[in-house]
């Protein structure tokens, strides 16, 4: 194991398809024990980024390093301190989950009675016990899934992978697999997540980085990611088109949006308990009533709209 704070370390990375320029200088490095979020919409170079780390693709430019080893020098270094669960599920269909992953602790060298030992433990961490003798094709899309994540596990990796490991999966079982990922966390494990459920990164992460087209477009903690779009808003509704409008004049504010067909005024606070308190103040100097108000504050996706909506928008000739 390398001695370095860092257990994934990428610098200026580059990787084209011919003229397709998939990845254009990307710059990250992963604290051993932490989790980092890549976040991004289709196409953004998510897994590309997963598939070179785990010294599945080649790349053209740059350096990564995975526990200390050169992903060029020392590939195999790498597979055997990884675990990786890919987007496109990599169990065997026609073994039971069992044997699946006594299959893969035996092509980690596992002897027999561990693997079998192993496997156990895994059925039971996953909730497949049940199951754990029927082929895998019988399986639903949450327990595959949980498979897959059990065989990545088999050889206890110190660093794993995660590549969108809940996309298509219902709430419930969303949340177990959070609760699986809590657990290898707690338990010192260093991952790198794919996702395009903001919430997933916000839940998760330590740490999270919004790539767009093939670069980072953004990156920080959820908290630093949300504190960049700005304030918190207060919405306040009242009860008629008048209230609204000596609202308004009472609060005296430039900043201050209006939807009139609601009566809802969107004040923008800074200082947020002072802000609030001194609108409500105003309002109550006047005798204004408040039907209702809700404080908003910015979600990842406000974040992650703001910087990728670009993509929604019709292509534009260079002006
Ligand atoms: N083998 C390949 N040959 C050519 N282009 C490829 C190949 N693999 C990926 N690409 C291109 O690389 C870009 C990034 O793909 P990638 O799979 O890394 O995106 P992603 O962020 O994982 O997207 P998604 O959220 O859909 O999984 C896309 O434009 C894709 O078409
Ligand atoms: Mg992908």
């Known amino acids: 194991m390398s001695s370095s704070e860092y257990a994934i370390e990428v610098k200026n990375l580059a990787k084209s398809y011919k003229d397709n320029k998939v990845l254009q200088g990307i710059d990250f490095r992963v604290k051993r024990g932490t989790m980092l979020a890549l976040l991004g919409p289709n ?10 780390l785990s010294t599945l693709l080649t790349f053209d ?5 995975v526990e200390g080893y050169d992903a060029k020098r020392n590939p195999e270094k790498i597979r055997s301190v990884i675990g990786l669960t890919s987007q496109s599920a990599t169990v065997d269909e026609m073994l039971t989950g069992r044997e699946n992953l006594i299959m893969m602790g035996r092509l980690y060298r596992l002897t027999k009675t561990s693997a079998r030992e192993r496997a156990n433990e895994l059925l039971v961490d996953f909730s497949l016990v049940n199951a754990a003798d029927r082929p895998a094709k019988t399986y639903s899309g949450g327990m595959r899934r949980r498979l897959d994540l059990a065989v990545s596990l088999i050889a206890a990796p110190p660093i794993i992978f995660l590549d969108e490991p809940t996309t298509g999966l219902d709430p419930r079982s969303r949340i177990a697999m959070w609760d699986i990922i809590r657990k290898l966390m707690k338990d010192g494990t260093t991952i790198l997540l794919t996702t395009q459920y903001l919430e997933e990164a916000d839940q998760l992460a330590d740490n999270i980085i919004l790539i767009d087209d093939g670069k ?11 504190s960049k779009m700005g304030n918190d808003k207060l ?36 200082n947020t308990n002072k802000d609030v308190k001194a609108t409500l103040d105003a309002l109550n100097e006047e005798g204004i009533a408040i039907e209702a108000l809700a404080l908003h504050k910015p979600t990842l ?19």
Do not use: Y
């Open 61 to 65: 430019k740059g350096s990564v390093t």
């Open 216 to 226: 980072i477009a953004a990156e920080g903690t959820a908290k630093e990611l949300k």
């Open 43 to 52: 196409g953004a170079g998510k897994t590309t980024i997963v598939r070179i």
């Open 235 to 270: 919405e306040l509704v009242f009860k008629n088109e008048q209230d609204l409008i000596s609202a308004k004049s009472a609060l005296k504010n430039k900043n201050i949006s209006e939807d009139k067909s609601q009566f809802m005024l969107t004040v923008p606070v800074s």
């Open 301 to 319: 996706d406000d974040v992650f709209l703001s910087i990728t909506s670009k993509q929604d928008l019709p292509k534009k000739g260079k002006n």
